[in-house]
C-alpha cells in the first residue's frame, strides 16, 4: 500500500513543477497551476450537441456553457485557467470556472459589467485588456473577491461604434497593442481614418514611434497601422511573425462577390483594398484585387497597389474568430491548421447559403493555406440561412483552452461548446 502513496506523491509534485512553468510562461501577474495532459482531455456524456452537430472524424463537441444572458462572443483564458468571455450586447464580461475538470462550466460568474459593448479580449501581466466600442480599458481584481472591479482606460482614440461596432484586440510579438475597427458603411470613404483599418499602440496607449503616422497633424491618424480592412474582426500572428487577418466583404453585389478574404497577410504602412478592390478569386489566391465598380478609384492609386489576400472563402461566409491549431492536443494532421468561425450568411438566395460553422484551413510545410474543410457544421436548420430563427447556433470565436481542447462560442444559441480528439 505504501509504494502506492509514493506514486501518488510523485505524480502530485510532477503536476505543480509543471503548473508553476505554465505560470511563468503565461507572464500574467497570477499563479497559474495546470497538470500534466498526458491524455485526451475528459469528456462528459452525449448532449444535444453532441446529437446535433457533426465535428470531423477523430472528435466530439459537447456543450461547455449554456444559458449565457447575453450572446457570447470572443473567449479568452485567465491566468486563473478559467475561461473569460464577452457578453457584448449586455455590456458584461463573464467567467466560466471548471473546477471540477469534467468538461463542463460550473457555473456562470458576471466579473465586469457597465462596458460599452465589450468585444475582444486578452490578458497580459495580470490584467484583462477589453476592446470596447470606443476605447480600451484593462480590468483586474484588486481585492481579491472575484470580480474585476478596478478599471483604467488604456485610450479612447478608438472610432465611435458606427456600422461595424465590435472591436478586436491582440498584443504582438513586438509588445504593441493592436485593434481592429470595421467600417461604418457597406461601402464608402470614410472620413475617420481610424475605421476599416487596424491600430498600434504602445500597451499604455500611447503611440509607438514607428507607427507610419506617429506625427501626424490629425490624432485620429496617429494610431493608424493597416488599412482598407473593411471588418477584420480578427487577427493572429504565425509562428514566422506574419500578421494575418480576416475580411469581411462588401454586400450588394449578388451572392457570389466578393469572396470572403480570410488569410490577409497584413502589412503596416500599407493599403488592403477596401473600398475600392477586393480579391476576385475563391481559394488559393494568386493574382492582384480587382475593382469594386460601384466606386472611382482615386487618381493616381490602381488595384496593384493593394495587398491581396493569400486565401479566401465564398462571399457573404462572414469570417469572425480564427486561431491557429498549432502547439494543442489535437492530432499532428490537424495542428498545421487555421481554424476560423464563420458566422453563415443572412442575405444570399436560397441556392447559395453560407454554411455557419469552425471550418478547418490546412496549412502546408511553410504555414501557408492551400486548403479548407469543414470542422463543425450542423448549426443551421436544412434549407434556411444562418440568420434565420430556425438556427441552432452561430459560431462567433474559437480558441483553444491550456487543456488542449477547443471552444467556440454561440451568440446565436447562447452556448459555449468544447472540442476535445478521442480515440
Not at 66 to 92: C, H, I, K, T
Amino acid at each position: 500500500m505504501w509504494r502506492w502513496w509514493i506514486i501518488v506523491i510523485i505524480v502530485c509534485i510532477g503536476w505543480t513543477i509543471v503548473g508553476r512553468t505554465a505560470a511563468a510562461q503565461s507572464g500574467g501577474g497570477m499563479t497559474l497551476y495546470l497538470p500534466l495532459v498526458s491524455k485526451a482531455p475528459p469528456l462528459p456524456p452525449a448532449d444535444e450537441a453532441a446529437r446535433r452537430l457533426q465535428v470531423a472524424p477523430g472528435f466530439a463537441i459537447r456543450i461547455f456553457a449554456e444559458n449565457l444572458p447575453q450572446r457570447p462572443r470572443f473567449m479568452a483564458f485567465g491566468p486563473d485557467g478559467w475561461l473569460y468571455v464577452s457578453l457584448m450586447n449586455s455590456g458584461q464580461i463573464a467567467r466560466l470556472p471548471d473546477r471540477n475538470s469534467d468538461g463542463r462550466a460550473d457555473t456562470i460568474e458576471i466579473v465586469a459589467s457597465d462596458l460599452n459593448l465589450p468585444h475582444g479580449l486578452e490578458w497580459r501581466d495580470g490584467w484583462l485588456y477589453v476592446a470596447e466600442g470606443d476605447r480600451i480599458e484593462r480590468l483586474r481584481d484588486g481585492d481579491g473577491n472575484g470580480s474585476l472591479e478596478t478599471r483604467e482606460l488604456i485610450t479612447d482614440n478608438i472610432p465611435a461604434p458606427v456600422g461595424h461596432s465590435s472591436r478586436t484586440l491582440h498584443f504582438g510579438p513586438d509588445g504593441k497593442l493592436y485593434v481592429s475597427a470595421g467600417s461604418s458603411c457597406n461601402y464608402c470613404v470614410e472620413d475617420d481614418p481610424r475605421r476599416a483599418a487596424i491600430l498600434r499602440f504602445n500597451p499604455d496607449g500611447s503611440i509607438p514611434g514607428d507607427n507610419p503616422f506617429a506625427t501626424d497633424l490629425d490624432p485620429r491618424r496617429r494610431p493608424v497601422w493597416a488599412w482598407g480592412l473593411r471588418n477584420s474582426v480578427d487577427f493572429l500572428w504565425t509562428p514566422g511573425g506574419e500578421l494575418w487577418a480576416d475580411h469581411n466583404g462588401s454586400d450588394g453585389l449578388g451572392d457570389e462577390l466578393p469572396p470572403e478574404e480570410i488569410v490577409i497577410p497584413v502589412q503596416g504602412g500599407a493599403w488592403h483594398g477596401w473600398p475600392y478592390c477586393y480579391t476576385p478569386e475563391v481559394g488559393v489566391v494568386s493574382g492582384p484585387e480587382v475593382q469594386d465598380t460601384r466606386i472611382a478609384l482615386p487618381a493616381g492609386q490602381t488595384c496593384d497597389q493593394a495587398v491581396p489576400a493569400r486565401f479566401t472563402a465564398p462571399a457573404h461566409s462572414a469570417p469572425l474568430g480564427m486561431t491557429l491549431g498549432e502547439g494543442t492536443l489535437f492530432p499532428p494532421a490537424y495542428r498545421q491548421s487555421l481554424y476560423v468561425a464563420y458566422h453563415g450568411s443572412w442575405n444570399t438566395t436560397a441556392g447559395n447559403i453560407r454554411d455557419c460553422k469552425v471550418e478547418r484551413i490546412l496549412l502546408n510545410e511553410v504555414g501557408q493555406p492551400i486548403a479548407a474543410e469543414p470542422f463543425v457544421t450542423g448549426f443551421r436548420a436544412p434549407g434556411k440561412p444562418c440568420g434565420d430563427a430556425a438556427t441552432y447556433g452561430r459560431p462567433a470565436d474559437v480558441i483553444f483552452g491550456p487543456e488542449g481542447a477547443m471552444y467556440i462560442s454561440d451568440d446565436k444559441g447562447l452556448r459555449i461548446y468544447r472540442v476535445v480528439p478521442v480515440p
